[in-house]
């Protein structure tokens, strides 16, 4: 990602997150649909730290699948706290010199908020072990007998790390976390809302019924919907339709390949192949990610969350096993074929 046009952020700090857009993002607590729990425990901890008078919250690590809001409930804990907010990608986080300069360019009060926490080099935790803890950067300089260690003081900011894949935070890492926030998927009713609210602010006329479909088909998930909803609006605006019914939904949805169940091609070609050539399984994850040509990433954070949510995949301790829901499926999308 490029950095900021025209502001004073340095090349290292990314763009704030652009997938979901700038404008359907909450802007306050109160706007913010869902993850009534996480919500309540952050707001007691904000609310603590401003009775206090300290800019500062403890260190959070919130984790959850792609688009259930990490990015979104970050930045409004920078709103509520009134401090900045301060964006990388982990895997942009390299050597220990990245960090270095990342830490060193933070102001008093900052939110350092690192997305894909654990694809940050692992070389690097030494190095944010101490500023995690005492706002210290502990720099090594030269090699050999001649290296010497450097302290310098780091302004007190607030980490906030988010990540896909908890288990692959190393556990010394996440022990310096003061609160561990899991986000859930959302609840279709939730869905709705959030659907709701983003047709009102690009000004859709839409049917209650069409707002429906399209949660049904959002695997249960706020960026999915808002994704969804915006292709419905183009193809709604190329037929000159004003107000978008559950008809033109539909439509929408069978060009775009997404059926009933919210499936698209990719996530059928998983279970394609784990059905036709591994007989439903059990097969491990390396062995369906090649045979499906998908990234083993890509199969874990893309496809199986939701394939595992509606019942057609199971985790087993021999390998991801095809269930009988998910074998009737197929019959009968293959026998409309
Ligand atoms: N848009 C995306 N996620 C949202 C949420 N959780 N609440 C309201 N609008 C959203």
Do not use: W
């Not at 259930?68 to 920078?78: E, H, I, R, W």
């Not at 074998?327 to 009968?332: D, F, Q, T």
Request: net charge positive.
């Amino acid at each position: 990602m490029s950095p900021q046009k025209g502001k004073n952020v340095s090349p290292i700090f990314t763009e704030e997150d652009k997938t979901l857009d700038l404008a359907l993002r909450p802007q306050s607590f109160r706007e913010y649909i869902g993850q009534g729990a996480v919500k309540k425990n952050i707001r007691v901890i904000t609310e603590a730290a401003k009775k206090r008078k300290d800019p500062c919250i403890e260190h959070l690590l919130f984790y959850g699948e792609s688009g259930l809001g990490k990015t979104t409930l970050s930045y409004l804990v920078a709103k509520e706290m009134g401090t900045g907010i301060r964006t990388v990608a982990g895997p942009s986080i390299k050597k220990s010199g990245d960090l270095a300069a990342i830490l060193t360019n933070l102001r008093e009060g900052d939110i350092l908020f690192v997305d894909e926490i654990h694809r940050m080099n692992k070389s690097c935790e030494e190095i944010i072990y101490p500023a995690m803890e005492e706002f210290k950067l502990n720099l090594i300089i030269g090699k050999g007998p001649m290296a010497r260690v450097m302290n310098l003081k780091l302004p007190r900011f607030t980490l906030i790390g988010a990540t896909t894949r908890l288990a692959l935070v190393s556990s010394p890492l996440r022990g310096r976390f003061g609160g561990i926030f899991r986000l859930d998927i959302y609840s279709i009713k939730e869905i709705e809302s959030i659907i709701k609210r983003s047709a009102s602010l690009l000004e859709l006329e839409i049917e209650k019924e069409a707002i429906g479909t399209i949660a049904s088909r959002s695997r249960f998930n706020p960026r999915v919907a808002n994704r969804l909803l915006k292709r419905v609006r183009d193809f709604a605006e190329v037929g000159d339709n004003r107000r978008i019914t559950k008809k033109e939904v539909e439509k929408a949805l069978f060009f775009l390949d997404i059926d009933h169940m919210g499936l698209e091609s990719g996530d059928r070609k998983v279970l394609e192949t784990l059905l036709k050539k591994f007989n439903g399984g059990p097969v491990g994850l390396e062995s369906l990610a090649i045979a499906s040509l998908e990234e083993e990433e890509t199969v874990i954070e893309i496809y199986e969350p939701y394939l595992i949510q509606i019942g057609f995949i199971q985790r087993t301790s021999r390998g991801r096993v095809a269930t009988e829901k998910a074998k009737k499926y197929l019959r009968e999308k293959n026998s409309k074929k």
